[in-house]
């Protein structure tokens, strides 16, 4: 049996660009023995899997990738698209696999917004236990066109980082980093309050942006790449550096964000 429920299929053209980006930088799939990457509720369009698949292959040729689908009818539209290195199939968080193949990479962008929060864990638990040794799951969310998203990066033992990623040539316009605070992940989309980690993360680097806007005269990628530097120096557990920075990319170890019990 399928785990989970067929939820709104929407999707669009390039919008999940940012975490395949990441995908594609990370050692779970340039190491991978086997560079399988599942993309998990991909909706529907199969245009994101397509996507998955060319990125993932430009770091590794010998990638593939399995859309999976809890909705049968989403799995026969696109079963017309499929070719080499891409297939589909029906399924859910136990992420069904020919000879019970284990994913390097699994990613479920905009699956988990439409569950409550106290379905997190478990989802999170089932897709984890599916990975293989090394393996990456990465969940989260992002907007219409993807110029604002975040995820969270999963291991096999557990939830390891978020993600903010921001179009940085809009932000002002959005009203600031805090924007992504409306397309957190579900485990912390609701914990944006006083006394959260992660609410206390967006205050901070709404501060360090407001701090460093004499900087956007050059460009927003320089001021932004300041406000990461300035959130690292006031302690937070920031991870990678201004190359990230510049695309509008921070993250930050899950320890410091991850919600209180
Ligand atoms: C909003 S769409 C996201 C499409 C695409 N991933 C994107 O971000 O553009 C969510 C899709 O996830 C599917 N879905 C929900 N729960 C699922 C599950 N447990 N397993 C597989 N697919 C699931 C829904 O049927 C829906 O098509």
């Known amino acids: 049996m399928a785990e989970g429920r067929i939820t709104r299929g929407t999707t669009g053209v390039n ?3 940012r975490m395949d980006r990441f995908i594609a930088a990370h050692p779970a799939l340039r190491r991978a023995s086997d560079p399988l990457i599942v993309d998990l509720g991909y909706g529907a369009a199969h245009w994101t899997a397509l996507e998955l698949l060319e990125r993932a292959r430009r770091v590794r040729p010998d990638a593939h990738v399995v859309g999976i689908e809890i909705d049968p009818e989403r799995v026969r539209a696109a079963a ?5 290195g891409l ?4 399924g859910g968080f136990e992420i069904p696999l020919d000879r019970d193949a284990r994913p390097a990479v699994i990613r479920a962008a905009n699956v988990l917004r439409q569950y409550d929060e106290g379905e997190v864990a478990a989802a999170w638990a089932l897709m984890r236990s599916r990975l293989a040794p090394g393996g990456l799951l990465l969940e989260g969310t992002c907007s219409e066109v993807g110029r604002v998203a975040s995820w969270v990066a999963l291991d096999p033992d557990g939830p390891v980082s978020l993600t903010v990623a921001l179009h940085l040539g809009s932000l002002d316009e ?15 989309i609701h914990r944006n309050v006083p ?6 993360l967006l205050r901070e680097l709404d501060a360090q942006w407001a701090r460093h806007a004499p900087l956007s005269a050059f460009s927003p990628r320089q001021r932004f790449v ?5 959130l690292r120096d006031a ?6 550096g201004a190359e990230r920075w510049r695309l509008g990319e921070l993250t930050v170890a899950w320890d410091a964000v991850a919600p209180r019990p």
Do not use: N, Q, Y
């Open 195 to 200: 006394g959260e980690g992660v609410h206390a």
């Open 80 to 84: 017309p698209f499929a070719r080499d």
């Open 15 to 17: 919008r999940l660009r």
């Open 87 to 90: 297939t589909f199939r029906r």
């Open 235 to 240: 302690g937070w557990p920031v991870r990678g």
């Open 226 to 230: 300041a406000a990461a530097r300035g």
């Open 174 to 188: 959005l009203g600031g980093p805090s924007v992504v605070a409306e397309r957190l992940p579900k485990a912390l």
